[in-house]
């Protein structure tokens, strides 16, 4: 029987690592995949959360089952820390999913659920695995126009054009902060706009919150998220702490589902816990205990702020090191971009043969749409990416 299955088309990230590993060479660079790494490329487990298992360790006396929907405190954390004052108990229905990855699958399945003849609009470009979960699916996808290549800023008078054509019973997916691939992001009055279009249509919003705190602070890139939730009844968010936590293995995530009114929640939270049992039973524990153990003791919760702060200030002075460097070396201010993105990607606007070029020349590798990960850069390599950008004619 499993002779007759066909194989897979590997992920074009994972493989890419996979090629970085087997380069011989000494100086090569590794802006690939999408994982935090610090100045000597480490990808360090924060002290909050390293704290937190501590506690948790001498703590916790049993491994006996949770919660299949997850744990009421990870829950009220998580959804305390994307909507703020927005966060209403009574009519927001709440999963702990394997990852963000996971939330975005949930998410999907639930709207299928409401709406068996669904289809999702996403943005061109997209992180690919949504539309590779979608097309495994068989959930039609509609692309909407995202970024602009001359400008690598967002086409925002054509996003709005596509999504638009969104109906009621259709889901547009938005990347609430560091568009992935792009870096690329909504101004507050855009998204404001975005609101009164999904206003106007009826469509479902799922918002794809996975580098909250990345970008211009916790609290700022929630702002498009919390505008949302303030003007549609009904709303999707599918969050991960994979980057914000540095907890990737743990695989935690969450599914928030705002609801009109507290019947539509009880039937929406009845649902969701059904699809994590058809799914994979209970959730991971260990990773949603974590963060919510730092989000819940003041002092954890204050170093890990604290500690997420200076991420997030490092990979911005990296942005304006490289968009400085470029400037130098082009004596034009068209990599300016670079410093106005926001999150752990820069979409550089390269051809596919310059990115061949730049892996083959310099040993720098970057993911074939020419998406480099801000956080693979250190002093010493920012001078050589930017050499290589302008030796490659981007
Ligand atoms: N959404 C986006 C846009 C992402 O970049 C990622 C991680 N690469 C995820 C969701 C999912 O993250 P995870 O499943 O690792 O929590």
């Known amino acids: 029987m499993l002779g007759n299955l066909k194989p897979q088309a590997p992920d074009k990230i994972l493989a890419l690592m996979g090629e970085f590993k087997a380069d011989p060479r000494q100086g090569k660079i590794d802006l690939g995949v999408g994982v935090y790494k610090d100045a000597d490329g480490r990808t360090p487990i924060m002290r909050a959360v390293r704290a937190a298992e501590q506690r948790m360790l001498e703590a916790e006396t049993t ?29 927001t ?6 990852g963000g990855t996971g939330a975005i699958r949930q998410a999907l399945e639930l709207a299928r659920l409401a709406n068996p003849g669904l289809k999702v609009f996403v943005s ?7 539309v ?11 692309e909407y126009r995202y970024f602009d290549a001359e400008t690598r800023g967002v086409d925002f008078e054509a996003m709005k054009a596509d999504i638009s ?36 249509t009826g469509a479902t919003p799922l918002i794809d919150l996975a580098y909250q705190g990345f970008g211009d602070g916790l609290e700022q890139d929630a702002a498009g998220t919390r505008l949302i939730a303030s003007r549609i009844p009904e709303v999707l968010i599918a969050a991960s702490c994979s980057k914000n936590f540095g907890i990737y293995r743990e695989r935690t995530g969450i599914l928030l589902a705002l609801c009109a009114d507290a019947a539509t929640k009880e039937l929406a939270q009845g649902t969701m816990a059904f699809l994590n049992r058809q799914t994979y039973s209970f959730p991971p524990f260990h990773g949603a205990r974590i963060v919510s153990t730092v989000l819940t003791t003041p002092e954890l919760r204050a170093d890990w702020m604290a500690e997420l702060e200076a ?6 002075k990296l942005r304006e090191q490289l968009a400085a460097e470029l400037r130098s070396l082009s004596g034009s201010d068209r990599f300016g971009f670079v410093a106005e993105h926001r999150g752990m990607f820069s979409r550089l606007g390269a051809t596919p043969e310059q990115v061949k070029q730049v892996k083959e020349e310099f040993g720098i590798y970057m993911v074939g749409d020419s998406r480099i990960n801000i956080a693979g850069l250190n002093q010493t390599t920012i001078p050589i990416l930017a050499r290589a950008i302008i030796e490659a004619g981007v």
């Open 93 to 98: 229905a709440a999963l702990a999913t394997v």
């Open 165 to 200: 054509a969104a109906k009621q019973g259709d889901v547009v997916l938005l990347h609430g902060c560091c568009h992935n691939p792009t870096g690329a992001n909504l101004t507050l009055e855009q998204w404001a706009e975005v609101a009164a279009i999904l206003e106007k």
């Open 311 to 316: 991420v997030r200030g490092g990979m911005l």
């Open 124 to 130: 061109n470009p997209t992180w690919p695995n949504h």
């Open 63 to 91: 491994k006996s089952y949770a919660g299949l929907a997850g744990e009421p405190e990870f829950h009220k954390a998580m959804a305390e820390m994307i909507l703020g004052d927005l966060y209403k108990p009574g009519t």
């Open 132 to 142: 590779s979960i979608m097309n495994f699916m068989g959930v039609p996808v509609v």
